[in-house]
Nanobody, 123 residues
Framework: QLHLVESGGDLVHPGGSLRLSCTAS????????IGWFRQAPGKEREGISC????????NYADSVKGRSTISRDNANNTAFLEMTTLQPEDTATYYC????????????????WGRGTQVTVSS
């Protein structure tokens, strides 16, 4: 079993930056691809980024591409999502999730989820 906890969410002004963290316990991250998702009130959960088991491959949704960086530190059982130039439309609860072997566009592929961290972008 893998337990994930997100942290780093905050209230920021437009143009600001955040680094979100996803820390694992009970088991280790090295067997899992790690995805980041977000869900705004009243909207569907959307995938925004994913990183492969070893960190050699990563992908980003168009909404965050160019201003986000996903990374991982398997030795410390932690994954990260850095976001810059945050805008109000980035306001959401951000989740990390773990999938065996490879990244996927399907939410069902991810077997372990954190409970989320809130990001609010407002003037």
């Amino acid at each position: 079993q893998l337990h994930l906890v997100e942290s780093g969410g905050d209230l920021v002004h437009p143009g600001g930056s955040l680094r979100l963290s996803c820390t694992a316990s009970e088991s280790t991250l090295h067997d899992y691809a790690i995805g980041w998702f977000r869900q705004a009130p009243g909207k569907e959960r959307e995938g925004i980024s994913c990183i492969s088991r070893t960190g050699t491959i990563s992908n980003y949704a168009d909404s965050v591409k160019g201003r986000s960086t996903i990374s991982r530190d398997n030795a410390n059982n932690t994954a990260f999502l850095e976001m810059t130039t945050l805008q109000p439309e980035d306001t959401a609860t951000y989740y990390c999730a773990a999938a065996l072997d490879v990244c996927s566009r399907y939410l069902e592929w991810y077997k372990f989820w954190g409970r989320g961290t809130q990001v609010t972008v407002s003037s």
